[in-house]
């Protein structure tokens, strides 16, 4: 067997600086279900060969909001979105959560705990802040439960003709968000319940029964109450057991006088009329006519008379016996006895009320001492109490009695088979099971003490622990397993597949690591599945990676455990598995737009799993700058790695958007520049914000800035997607990323060949070049807006386009004579292809701009074009190479004789007399 909590080392428990140990006997918080005060170990869970080492704790404090903390504003009000869609008779559509104030609350309660900056993990100070939380969240989720409930109150309490439109489902939703708080409150208190008393195991291990209980005459009670002390086992499955009655729906005094079949103390009713009419029929000597029929119903009306003569009650008594059993039955479900016996004898049944009774444990005073609950009586309850639970086995075990009389027996003799016809719910299948170990432990510490006589022995009574223990034990740890599994499978059981229902049981079953588990299969399976549906797995376990709520629960018993040191120990599968749902959770958080939250569970990992957590978080983060900025002083405070994570955003990105720009331009499809007219996408922007990221880290990540930035230019300018690469150019100018060597300049030693051989040097040139490229296509298209727009020809037109056109002459030649035309980029990925689709289209286009600024502003810059061919051609350079395989050189060409016949023209007006435009300089 594999173990519970990933290993098996006993964590060492060192006491916090500063404070004593604590004794048994304080008292414990409302979850303990009134259990004798105890300290106990640090193992949550056990494995097959290992118990717990021992750990002591103090009494927890309900924690209060404190001043200091997380503004929780709006989103803290209780609110869970009950605005409802309209209603639809065939289909009903679930309201959208708003999950935000619960997820806010948790952090809160969780940061203002302090659990997670506990220095030392398993010690009796982390110990009591886990206690205090688990308090904290039960809290949480009962004000959720009342608040609820008082919003179903008042639905229901509308009147008819005040329904509004929708109401029906506004009603239907009210109660199922009501019964999701009313599991969760109980998962909370059932946790508490159980760390309170598996951190106190060993001090209750088990022990012989002393010398004062031998006494025959001793009360059995005594023997119980000595098992409860000093067994675990034995203890766990009564606060269970306990837990379980607490939030059973006993029935109600409506329940009983508004039903059909209630009567009072009127009893048998039906079957005494019927008997005193055959009485008087028949001593006139006269004939009902069914006599076959008054064959089967009872004669005499004393209790045992159905058995005795086996024989049946009229029809509508035999309907009132089951109604009363059914509400009985409920009583005894709740653990309320005193209800059940006052119910039997305002029905009239006193007889039945006294055989019920018999399961109080027999005490007299003059022997066992004064009773706690003293009321002056010498002698209580029932010495023959195994005896009566074999009669009421017996009753159990009558099939020819009503399915809840039967259950009602049952549950008093701790039978199994005829109790389970009447449980409808996870709750009631457990209990029946968790109550049958309970009376089956009892009965068998009994007889083997021999406090049972050999004749009471030689009657029948179900054995539970023999029926379920492998070892006849209730150490057997696989005992509540096998009995949560098969409540699990049973399908016929709604909620046997909730996510809450699940976790319960994990925890009672001590296999919490299962569920953790299996979230993280689900949440891998996300990650290399597109279409995975939880929803579709067979193998979900009633588990849903995309359900909030569940994984909010999980996340936060996990990190609890973790902190007192129940397992999960770093390095093992299962520290593997726990950190993948905490990201899980974070990318959750990060979903719902709770960013500012993240951190504060990251703090949690370990920090390479931090690192790349919040490097995912955080590349889907679209939040403004401010908050950026608040982000990352958040990481400061949890101890995070800031630059590891905003290494790791970059990477996030980069590898993210990777698939969107597979489709490059081609060089042979001859780009042509019509100024920044393609749509920004959303794996554009992305890239951007990865950049906008690692401005924010510390001048380590200088060298990954301007790599990354490079890397994003290459993409943008490979696919063609020039407006983003412009609004990388305005946000991020190499200015602002690349710092300067001294005050007269930025560094300008990335241009020199010495410096070359350096990989940053390398990538803060080409990051610059790469800019330049945009910055002479933003001239460019300044100068085609410009002869685009309507202009009237007249002596200012030259005036208000030469500025243009100086700058498009300062930018663009030295893009077409440098860009990236060095060895060391050339060998690059990219670099050529790039060079083949833009340096082309920069060539013509500045052609052009020559030749109409020839025609516009002065003939004499025709002259620039043919510069720009010669330039063009120069053998040193590898301009013309840009244009094989574009088939656009052809095109130049006629360009470049076009311009010279314009060269010409207007050579010949200017006259031959005249200097001619030959010496002209531009």
């Given at each position: ?7 098996r ?45 021992p ?43 708003n ?6 609350a948790f952090?809160?309660?969780?940061d ?23 308090q ?49 409150h ?29 006494n025959?005459?001793?009360a059995?009670?005594?023997?119980r109450?000595?098992?409860f ?5 034995f ?9 379980l ?35 008087r029929l028949?001593?006139?000597g006269?004939s ?17 008379a ?44 006193f ?22 609950n ?17 009669m ?15 259950a ?6 701790g039978?199994?088979a ?40 030689n009657?029948p009574?179900?054995d ?12 057997d ?23 809450l ?9 001590m ?7 299996e ?20 193998n979900?376990?009633?588990l ?39 990201a ?11 960013y ?28 403004s700058k ?7 002083r ?18 996030q ?23 920044f ?30 790599r ?20 990388l ?6 200015r ?22 350096d ?16 910055a ?20 200012t ?32 990925p990219?670099?050529v ?31 620039n074009a043919l ?35 314009c060269?010409?023209?207007?050579g010949q ?14």
């Amino acid at each position: 067997m594999a173990p519970i909590f990933g290993d098996r080392q006993k964590a060492t428990r060192k006491p916090a600086a500063g404070s004593s140990t604590m004794t048994s006997g304080v008292d414990k918080p409302a979850f303990v279900f009134n259990a004798p005060g105890s300290t106990q170990s640090n193992g949550f869970f056990r494995t097959q060969d290992q118990q717990a080492p021992p750990q002591n704790f103090g009494q927890p404090q309900q924690s209060e909001e404190e001043e200091e903390g997380w503004d929780m504003g709006d989103d803290a009000e209780m609110d869970d979105s009950r605005a409802i869609t309209a209603y639809d008779d065939e289909e009903e559509e679930e309201p959208e959560l708003n999950m935000q104030p619960e997820l806010l609350a948790f952090a809160v309660k969780l940061d203002e705990s302090n659990m997670l900056q506990s220095a030392q993990l398993g010690t009796e100070e982390s110990t009591m802040i886990a206690i205090n939380l688990i308090q904290a969240y039960q809290i949480y989720a009962g004000e959720h439960v009342e608040e609820t409930a008082q919003v179903l109150e008042e639905l229901e309490n509308t009147a008819e003709e005040d329904l509004k439109e929708g109401h029906a489902q506004e009603l239907y939703h009210t109660k199922e968000i009501l019964k999701y708080w009313e599991l969760e409150h109980q998962t909370w208190e059932l946790f508490g319940a159980l760390i309170s008393h598996r951190l106190d195991a060993e001090n209750y291990m088990t022990q012989d029964v002393p010398p004062s209980l031998a006494n025959k005459y001793a009360a059995d009670s005594q023997i119980r109450n000595h098992f409860f002390t000093t067994d675990p086992s034995f203890r766990e499955l009564t606060i269970v057991l306990e837990w379980l009655r607490r939030y059973a729906p006993a029935p109600t005094a409506d329940d009983i006088e508004e039903d059909a079949l209630y009567r009072g103390d009127r009893g048998w009713m039906y079957t005494k009329e019927k008997i005193k009419g055959c009485k008087r029929l028949q001593g006139r000597g006269l004939s009902l006519g069914n006599e076959a029929e008054l064959d089967k119903v009872v004669t005499e009306l004393d209790p045992d008379a159905p058995s005795r003569q086996q024989r049946k009650l009229e029809d509508e008594d035999e309907a009132w016996e089951a109604y009363l059993m059914r509400l009985v039955w409920g009583f005894l479900r709740k653990g309320e006895m005193d209800n059940a016996l006052e119910l039997c004898e305002d029905a009239g049944e006193f007889w039945r009320a006294a055989s019920l009774s018999g399961g109080a444990d027999a005490w007299d005073a003059k022997i066992d001492g004064p009773h706690e609950n003293d009321d002056g009586e010498i002698v209580k309850g029932n010495r023959r109490r195994e005896l009566w639970k074999r009669m009421c086995y017996a009753n159990a075990s009558n099939k020819t009695k009503n399915v809840y009389e039967r259950a009602v027996y049952g549950t008093l003799c701790g039978d199994i088979a005829s109790v389970l016809p009447v449980c409808d719910s996870w709750e009631d299948l457990l209990f029946v099971h968790v109550n049958a170990l309970v009376e089956g432990y009892y009965s068998s510490k009994l007889k083997k003490l021999q406090r049972i006589p050999a004749v009471v022995s030689n009657f029948p009574l179900f054995d539970a622990i023999s029926y379920h223990a492998r070892h006849d034990s209730l150490n057997d740890a696989s005992i509540m397993s096998r009995i949560i599994d098969e409540i699990a499978e049973n399908n016929e059981i709604a909620d046997s597949k909730l996510p809450l229902r699940t976790i319960q049981g994990s925890l009672i079953s001590m296999r919490f690591h299962d569920p953790v588990i299996e979230l993280d299969r689900q949440l891998q399976l996300f990650e290399t599945v597109p279409d995975y549906e939880p929803t579709a797995d067979e193998n979900a376990y009633g588990l849903d990676a995309t359900e909030p709520r569940s994984l909010r629960v999980i996340v936060h018993i996990l990190m609890i455990l973790q902190t007192i040191g129940a397992g999960f120990t770093e390095g093992t599968e299962y520290h593997k598995a726990a950190e993948n749902v905490i990201a899980g959770y974070i990318m959750t958080l990060g979903g719902y737009d709770k960013y500012e939250l993240v951190p504060l569970y990251a703090s949690r990992l370990t920090p390479l799993k931090a690192i790349q957590v919040m490097g995912k978080s955080l590349a889907s983060f679209e939040g403004s700058k401010s908050r950026r900025e608040d982000l990352i002083r958040s990481m400061h405070q949890y101890g995070i790695d800031v630059d590891g994570c905003l290494r790791q955003t970059m990477i996030q990105c980069l590898t993210m958007t990777e698939p969107k720009y597979v489709n490059t331009l081609s060089s042979a499809q001859g780009f042509v520049f019509n100024g920044f007219q393609d749509e920004i996408a959303s794996e554009d922007i992305r890239l951007i914000r990865g950049m906008e990221w690692l401005m924010l880290g510390s001048e380590e990540l200088r060298g990954d800035l301007v790599r990354s930035g490079c890397e994003v230019y290459k993409r943008f300018l490979l696919t063609g997607r020039l407006s983003a690469a412009k609004i990388l150019f305005e946000q991020l100018n190499s200015r602002s990323i690349i710092p300067p060597k001294n005050t007269n300049g930025y560094d300008e030693t990335f241009e020199e060949e010495t410096d070359l051989v350096d990989e940053t040097a390398v990538a803060g040139a080409m990051y610059m070049q790469m800019e330049g490229l945009i910055a002479s296509m933003v001239e460019l298209e300044k100068w085609q807006s410009a002869i685009k727009k309507p202009m009237r020809i007249d002596r200012t037109l030259p005036r208000k386009l030469k500025p243009l056109y100086d700058s498009v002459s300062r930018s663009v030649p030295d893009i077409i004579k440098n860009f990236l035309d060095e060895p060391v980029f050339l060998s690059m990925p990219g670099v050529v292809e790039i060079r083949g689709i833009y340096i082309p289209e920069m060539v013509i286009s500045l052609h052009r701009v020559h030749v109409e600024a020839g025609r516009l502003i002065n003939k004499v810059y025709y002259m620039n074009a043919l510069e720009l061919a010669a330039d063009v051609a120069d053998p040193e350079r590898n301009t013309v190479d840009c244009f094989k395989g574009t088939g656009r050189l052809e095109e130049y060409v006629e360009e470049v004789a076009a311009a010279s016949k314009c060269v010409l023209m207007a050579g010949q007006e200017q006259g031959k007399e005249k200097e001619g435009i030959w010496g002209v300089v531009a």
